[in-house]
Protein backbone atom coordinates (compact mmCIF):
# COMPACT_ATOMS: atom_id res chain seq x y z
CA UNK A 1 0.00 0.00 0.00
CA UNK A 2 2.74 2.68 0.53
CA UNK A 3 4.44 1.72 -2.91
CA UNK A 4 1.06 2.80 -4.20
CA UNK A 5 0.56 5.31 -1.92
CA UNK A 6 4.73 6.93 -3.50
CA UNK A 7 3.74 6.12 -7.08
CA UNK A 8 0.31 8.10 -6.79
CA UNK A 9 2.26 10.85 -5.09
CA UNK A 10 5.00 10.85 -7.69
CA UNK A 11 2.70 10.85 -10.68
CA UNK A 12 0.65 13.73 -9.17
CA UNK A 13 4.40 15.94 -8.98
CA UNK A 14 4.80 15.29 -12.60
CA UNK A 15 1.33 16.08 -13.38
CA UNK A 16 1.53 19.51 -12.17
CA UNK A 17 5.08 20.11 -13.55
CA UNK A 18 4.05 19.36 -17.03
CA UNK A 19 0.39 21.61 -15.90
CA UNK A 20 2.49 24.69 -15.53
CA UNK A 21 1.35 27.93 -17.15
CA UNK A 22 3.70 29.81 -19.79
CA UNK A 23 4.45 32.31 -16.85
CA UNK A 24 5.42 29.47 -14.51
CA UNK A 25 7.79 28.04 -16.56
CA UNK A 26 9.22 31.50 -17.10
CA UNK A 27 9.46 32.25 -13.41
CA UNK A 28 11.16 28.15 -12.95
CA UNK A 29 13.90 29.46 -15.44
CA UNK A 30 14.70 32.64 -14.46
CA UNK A 31 15.05 30.97 -11.16
CA UNK A 32 17.83 28.31 -12.70
CA UNK A 33 19.46 30.53 -15.52
CA UNK A 34 20.74 27.12 -17.18
CA UNK A 35 17.50 26.03 -18.17
CA UNK A 36 16.66 29.43 -19.68
CA UNK A 37 16.47 29.51 -23.54
CA UNK A 38 19.02 31.43 -25.56
CA UNK A 39 18.77 35.14 -24.83
CA UNK A 40 19.57 38.11 -27.25
CA UNK A 41 23.33 38.41 -27.00
CA UNK A 42 24.27 34.95 -25.79
CA UNK A 43 27.43 33.06 -27.59
CA UNK A 44 27.49 29.28 -28.12
CA UNK A 45 29.80 26.93 -26.88
CA UNK A 46 30.27 23.32 -27.96
CA UNK A 47 27.89 20.60 -27.00
CA UNK A 48 29.94 17.55 -27.34
CA UNK A 49 32.93 16.07 -28.82
CA UNK A 50 36.72 16.64 -27.91
CA UNK A 51 35.88 20.52 -28.16
CA UNK A 52 32.73 20.40 -25.60
CA UNK A 53 32.77 23.59 -23.71
CA UNK A 54 34.75 25.75 -26.38
CA UNK A 55 32.74 29.25 -27.83
CA UNK A 56 32.09 28.49 -31.37
CA UNK A 57 33.70 31.05 -34.14
CA UNK A 58 32.33 31.59 -37.12
CA UNK A 59 36.15 30.44 -38.65
CA UNK A 60 35.37 27.09 -36.75
CA UNK A 61 32.04 26.29 -38.97
CA UNK A 62 33.17 24.99 -42.58
CA UNK A 63 30.53 25.81 -45.27
CA UNK A 64 28.13 23.26 -46.23
CA UNK A 65 28.46 21.28 -42.65
CA UNK A 66 28.31 19.30 -40.99
CA UNK A 67 26.27 20.99 -38.03
CA UNK A 68 27.37 21.41 -34.81
CA UNK A 69 25.27 20.91 -31.35
CA UNK A 70 25.57 23.75 -29.21
CA UNK A 71 24.27 25.64 -26.46
CA UNK A 72 23.79 28.83 -25.80
CA UNK A 73 26.09 30.01 -23.63
CA UNK A 74 25.80 33.72 -21.11
CA UNK A 75 29.22 35.64 -20.88
CA UNK A 76 28.31 37.71 -18.68
CA UNK A 77 27.76 35.27 -16.18
CA UNK A 78 29.25 32.13 -17.69
CA UNK A 79 26.53 30.20 -17.37
CA UNK A 80 25.87 27.92 -20.11
CA UNK A 81 22.57 27.63 -20.51
CA UNK A 82 22.27 23.24 -20.69
CA UNK A 83 20.20 22.85 -18.04
CA UNK A 84 17.03 21.98 -20.01
CA UNK A 85 17.62 19.51 -23.67
CA UNK A 86 15.36 22.41 -25.53
CA UNK A 87 18.24 24.65 -25.09
CA UNK A 88 19.91 22.53 -27.93
CA UNK A 89 20.44 24.40 -30.89
CA UNK A 90 22.04 22.86 -34.59
CA UNK A 91 24.18 25.11 -35.94
CA UNK A 92 25.42 25.09 -39.84
CA UNK A 93 27.11 27.39 -42.08
CA UNK A 94 25.39 27.13 -45.56
CA UNK A 95 26.20 28.93 -49.21
CA UNK A 96 24.43 32.32 -48.50
CA UNK A 97 23.15 32.04 -52.07
CA UNK A 98 21.13 29.34 -51.19
CA UNK A 99 19.49 30.95 -48.11
CA UNK A 100 15.68 31.95 -48.43
CA UNK A 101 14.30 35.54 -47.48
CA UNK A 102 13.36 35.09 -44.11
CA UNK A 103 15.95 32.52 -43.29
CA UNK A 104 19.12 35.21 -44.72
CA UNK A 105 17.85 37.80 -42.58
CA UNK A 106 18.27 35.74 -39.31
CA UNK A 107 21.49 33.96 -40.46
CA UNK A 108 25.19 35.33 -39.91
CA UNK A 109 27.46 35.15 -42.44
CA UNK A 110 25.45 31.85 -43.64
CA UNK A 111 25.51 30.39 -40.43
CA UNK A 112 21.63 29.09 -38.99
CA UNK A 113 20.69 27.54 -36.04
CA UNK A 114 18.00 26.04 -35.02
CA UNK A 115 15.97 24.02 -32.66
CA UNK A 116 18.49 20.35 -32.11
CA UNK A 117 14.61 19.05 -31.15
CA UNK A 118 12.22 18.22 -33.36
CA UNK A 119 8.37 19.66 -33.43
CA UNK A 120 6.61 16.41 -33.85
CA UNK A 121 7.46 13.99 -30.41
CA UNK A 122 10.41 15.30 -29.09
CA UNK A 123 13.49 13.63 -30.50
CA UNK A 124 16.68 15.26 -30.78
CA UNK A 125 19.84 13.90 -32.56
CA UNK A 126 18.90 15.14 -35.67
CA UNK A 127 21.13 13.90 -38.40
CA UNK A 128 22.19 15.72 -41.56
CA UNK A 129 21.81 15.12 -45.27
CA UNK A 130 24.13 17.74 -46.35
CA UNK A 131 23.96 17.45 -50.48
CA UNK A 132 20.12 18.19 -49.67
CA UNK A 133 20.82 21.12 -47.16
CA UNK A 134 18.35 18.92 -44.66
CA UNK A 135 18.11 17.97 -40.97
CA UNK A 136 16.24 14.17 -40.55
CA UNK A 137 14.88 13.07 -37.78
CA UNK A 138 15.88 9.87 -36.36
CA UNK A 139 12.39 8.86 -34.73
CA UNK A 140 9.93 9.28 -37.47
CA UNK A 141 11.98 10.84 -39.98
CA UNK A 142 10.15 14.50 -40.69
CA UNK A 143 12.83 16.35 -42.86
CA UNK A 144 13.46 19.83 -42.44
CA UNK A 145 14.63 21.94 -45.03
CA UNK A 146 18.04 24.42 -43.20
CA UNK A 147 18.28 26.88 -46.29
CA UNK A 148 14.01 27.34 -46.08
CA UNK A 149 13.31 28.53 -42.22
CA UNK A 150 13.72 24.06 -41.20
CA UNK A 151 10.35 23.94 -43.24
CA UNK A 152 9.06 20.61 -43.41
CA UNK A 153 9.33 19.44 -46.04
CA UNK A 154 8.69 15.65 -45.24
CA UNK A 155 7.19 13.55 -42.56
CA UNK A 156 4.43 14.01 -39.61
CA UNK A 157 6.21 16.78 -38.21
CA UNK A 158 3.51 19.56 -37.35
CA UNK A 159 5.73 22.90 -37.70
CA UNK A 160 9.42 24.02 -38.67
CA UNK A 161 12.63 24.09 -36.61
CA UNK A 162 12.50 27.12 -34.01
CA UNK A 163 15.42 29.50 -35.54
CA UNK A 164 17.36 31.80 -33.45
CA UNK A 165 18.32 34.91 -35.17
CA UNK A 166 22.19 35.14 -35.76
CA UNK A 167 25.18 37.50 -35.69
CA UNK A 168 28.63 37.96 -35.61
CA UNK A 169 30.39 39.84 -33.18
CA UNK A 170 34.19 39.61 -32.73
CA UNK A 171 34.31 36.90 -34.88
CA UNK A 172 32.21 35.16 -32.23
CA UNK A 173 28.72 33.88 -33.16
CA UNK A 174 26.00 35.39 -31.18
CA UNK A 175 21.91 35.28 -30.31
CA UNK A 176 20.80 38.25 -31.87
CA UNK A 177 17.13 37.72 -29.98
CA UNK A 178 15.41 34.08 -28.54
CA UNK A 179 13.98 31.24 -30.65
CA UNK A 180 11.72 32.43 -33.13
CA UNK A 181 8.74 30.09 -31.63
CA UNK A 182 8.80 27.83 -28.58
CA UNK A 183 11.38 24.97 -28.41
CA UNK A 184 9.94 21.05 -29.07
CA UNK A 185 6.52 19.70 -29.04
CA UNK A 186 3.32 22.21 -28.66
CA UNK A 187 0.30 19.84 -27.37
Known sequence: M?????LLKAAAAGGAAMALTPAARVARAQANPRELRPQEGDRFVLGDGDKRGAVVKIDDLKAGGPPVTVYPWDAKTGTIRDGSRLNQVLMVRLDEAQLKNDTKLRAAQGVVAYSAVCTHTGCDGLSWAGDKGLFKCPCHE?????????????GPAPRRLPAVPLKVVDGFVVAAGPFTARAGVIQ
Request: proline share 0%.
Open 2 to 6: EQRRN
Open 142 to 154: SEFDATDGARVVN
